[in-house]
Nanobody
């Protein structure tokens, strides 16, 4: 059974930093990409960042570009999200996700429905 466990959330002041982690386990686990999404209260889940293991290609939502950095280990079992210069509008529950399939169009990795496994979520609160 595949399981993703995300952690590292908390409460920080605006301008602060946090590092989220997501560890995958399960004998059959493998993925072509992993990503981070977030969902603020009363809003839909939105794409934040993703990494495609082949080539280590990363992509970010415009709202976090230049402030957030996604990375992972070589085995493709752990993904991180370093968040700097945090803003109150970054407040949300953050979820990691893993996609088994390879999509020729990398934009498909920005769609939540194209991910197969999800973490339980970790709360990030940024106070002003």
């Amino acid at each position: 059974q595949v399981q993703l466990v995300d952690s590292g959330g908390g409460t920080v002041q605006a301008g602060g930093s946090l590092r989220l982690s997501c560890a995958a386990s399960g004998r059959t686990f493998s993925s072509n990409a992993m990503g981070w999404f977030r969902q603020a209260a009363g809003k839909e889940r939105e794409f934040v960042a993703r990494i495609i293991w082949s080539g280590g290609r990363t992509y970010y939502a415009d709202s976090v570009k230049g402030r957030f950095t996604i990375s992972g280990d070589n085995a493709g079992n752990t993904v991180y999200l370093r968040m700097d210069s945090l803003k109150p509008e970054d407040t949300a529950v953050y979820y990691c996700a893993a996609a088994r399939n390879y999509y020729r169009r990398s934009s498909y990795y920005q769609v939540p429905g194209n991910y197969d496994y999800w973490g339980q979520g970790t709360q990030v609160t940024v106070s002003s």
